[in-house]
C-alpha cells in the first residue's frame, strides 16, 4: 500500500512548479517576439531555457518513479496521477518549442544582411 503522507510529500510541490513554468513560458514567448524584432538572442537567455527543460526533465522523471511505485499497489491510483504527467510535458513541450524559436532567431541574424538575388 501507498503511504498518502510519502505521496504528497514527494509531490505536492509540482503543481506549483508547472504554474511557475508556464508563467516562464509565458514571459519567453515575449522575449521571441522581441528577439524577432531585435535580431539578438543572449547566450545567457539560451542557457536560462534549456536549464528551465533540464529542471522539467527532472520532475517528469521523478513524477515517473512515483507512478511506477504506486502501480505496484493500485494501476487506478496510478492512472489520476496522468493529469500531472500529462501537465508536465505539455510545459516541457511548449517551452522547448520557444527556445527552438529563440535558436532559430539567432541562426537568421547573420543571414539577415545577405542581398536575396530576384529570381529570373
Known sequence: MVDGAWLAGILEDTPTRIVAWRGQAAQLKHLVGSAEITGH???E?????????ASIYAEIAKTAEVVQVVALTSLQA??????????????LLEVTELTT???????????????TLPRS
Open 41 to 43: 538572442v543572449s547566450d
Open 78 to 91: 496510478a492512472s489520476q496521477l496522468a493529469p500531472l504527467d500529462d501537465a508536465l510535458h505539455l510545459v
Open 101 to 115: 524559436e529563440l535558436y532559430a532567431v539567432r541562426s537568421r541574424v547573420g543571414k539577415l544582411s545577405v542581398t
Open 45 to 53: 537567455l539560451l542557457h536560462a531555457t534549456e536549464q528551465t527543460c
